[in-house]
């Protein structure tokens, strides 16, 4: 079982930045595929971004192109969001979530693991 832990969130003004965390508890995350999904207030689940299991590979919904960049550190067991030009739009819970083996990186049933989530709130 892999229990997942963001952190990081927070109120922000537009424009500005936040980089939260996702660690892992239970397992290391080397060998899984990592994502980023968020819910905006009434809302469904949308994807962010996704990151292979080497790094190599990244994928991001069109709302992230250009300021969000998902990264890891599996010396670390870490994975991150780096979002930058944040925008009120961007208001949501963000989900770190991991799967033991997907290419459908944007689809949330590829995944087998989430976090409990963390709020951001973009002020204009």
């Known amino acids: 079982q892999v229990q997942l832990v963001e952190s990081g969130g927070g109120l922000v003004q537009a424009g500005g930045s936040l980089t939260p965390p996702c660690a892992p508890s239970?397992?290391?995350?080397?060998?899984?595929?990592m994502g980023w999904f968020r819910q905006p207030p009434g809302k469904e689940r949308e994807f962010v971004a996704a990151i292979t299991w080497s790094g190599g590979s990244t994928y991001y919904a069109d709302s992230a192109k250009g300021r969000f960049t998902i990264s890891r550190d599996n010396a670390k067991n870490m994975v991150y969001l780096q979002m930058n030009s944040l925008k009120p739009e961007d208001t949501a819970v963000y989900y770190c979530?991991?799967?033991?083996?997907?290419?459908?990186?944007?689809?949330?049933?590829?995944?087998?693991?989430w976090g409990q989530g963390t709020q951001v709130t973009i002020s204009s």
């Open positions: 979530a991991a799967s033991r083996g997907t290419y459908a990186y944007a689809q949330s049933s590829g995944y087998n693991y």
């Open positions: 239970g397992r290391t995350l080397s060998s899984y595929v």
